[in-house]
């Protein structure tokens, strides 16, 4: 096993991180599952996005000296105490101090999502540039990418259409400028067009040279993302009419997981011999076919792990599930594993 090479490594570890996660998943009433095991899980997502991104696994200095799997027990430790901070924090202020109301819960999601931002289309910028120390540029990098989001948040979000439902706290709705769920399915649609670019390597940005620094790279990697996540929201949700809700559970939300296992787990091992643009188109597939046959297989597994579930407004039981067990629960267990752990034992470090 220890000589295991890839893809075969990433098919094991993506096999056993989804049965481990199925089955912490089934310790849980779909209420517990979907309120403070998601949101506390979400909450650590950003730093687990800075651990693998920014720092690449190679700090603090005193983590890299250890090998497998205490490296990454550390990593994990310092992720998830950063993430408690933070969630105590966003719970104190956006939730109000109560349980995790559909607001606190759709700012946390959308937590992740500007981090991702700030991560990977911005690479850090400008906090990278100008703190030397790399701990202390990734932390604040991280309570500026919340800081963000709560601003953010505070703009765009609206849950009047929830007036009169007993999870509507009037006095943590920011009142925004669009239906919350219709902001947090393009946040969404829009981190799912990053991932299509990842899969292109940036082509045909890569031909510019001088499009591929920052801050330059990151404004127009944005333009780019925002444009092309407008364009399949807009098709999804106008030209074929679906609910804003199916459409995430059945487009980006797939889409990402998928890329997740073909990119992360996979270390975009599969089509590794072919050149961009080809690759890129290659990898797009797999990751669509990946991630659709993993949310179906979800899907028929949720009465079994969670119990009868209803789907559709106004509570979308089952497409609440769907994307908490794809994203806050299965995502950074398979990051962890992947970028944390370096795949041990499967791969001995």
Request: charged content about 10%; hydrophobic content about 55%; some cysteine.
């Amino acid at each position: 096993m220890p000589g295991m090479k890839q893809p075969a490594t990433g098919i094991v570890a993506t096999a056993m991180i989804i049965t481990f996660s199925l089955g912490f998943i089934s310790l849980f009433t779909f209420e517990v599952f979907s309120g403070w095991v998601a949101f506390g899980l979400m909450c650590t997502i950003p730093m687990q996005i800075a651990v693998a991104v920014l720092w690449k696994g190679n700090h603090p200095s005193y983590v890299v000296k250890h090998r497998q799997p205490t490296r990454g027990l550390h990593l994990i430790l310092i992720t998830v105490l950063v993430g408690t901070i933070a969630g105590f924090v966003y719970r104190s202020t956006v939730g109000g101090g109560l349980g995790p109301t559909p607001m606190l819960v759709h700012c946390t999601i959308v937590s992740v999502v500007v981090m991702f931002w700030f991560a990977i289309i911005w690479g850090g910028w400008p906090f990278n540039a100008i703190i030397r120390n790399p701990i202390s540029a990734v932390l604040v990098t991280v309570a500026e990418s919340y800081a963000v989001n709560v601003f953010l948040f505070r703009i765009f979000f609206n849950y009047e259409f929830l007036s009169g439902a007993p999870v509507y706290v009037p006095a943590l709705d920011p009142h925004g400028l669009f239906n919350a769920w219709s902001v947090l399915v393009f946040y969404v649609t829009s981190l799912s067009m990053m991932f299509l670019m990842l899969h292109f390597d940036l082509w045909p940005l890569t031909k510019f040279p001088k499009l591929m620094r920052q801050p330059v790279l990151g404004l127009v990697w944005t333009i780019l993302v925002l444009a092309l996540g407008a364009s399949l929201f807009a098709v999804g949700t106008r030209v074929f009419e679906m609910d804003v809700v199916a459409f995430l559970v059945r487009v980006p939300i797939p889409f990402i997981f998928g890329t997740i296992v073909v990119l992360n787990m996979l270390q975009n091992s599969l089509f590794g011999s072919l050149s961009q643009p080809l690759k890129g188109v290659a990898n797009t597939a797999a990751a669509a076919i990946v991630g659709g046959a993993l949310a179906v297989v979800y899907s028929k597994l949720a009465d079994v792990v969670t119990g009868p579930l209803g789907s559709g407004p106004p509570a979308y039981q089952s497409e609440i599930w769907l994307a908490s067990a794809l994203l806050s629960v299965t995502f950074p267990f398979l990051i962890f594993y992947a970028e944390f752990l370096g795949f041990w034992p499967l791969k001995a470090k």
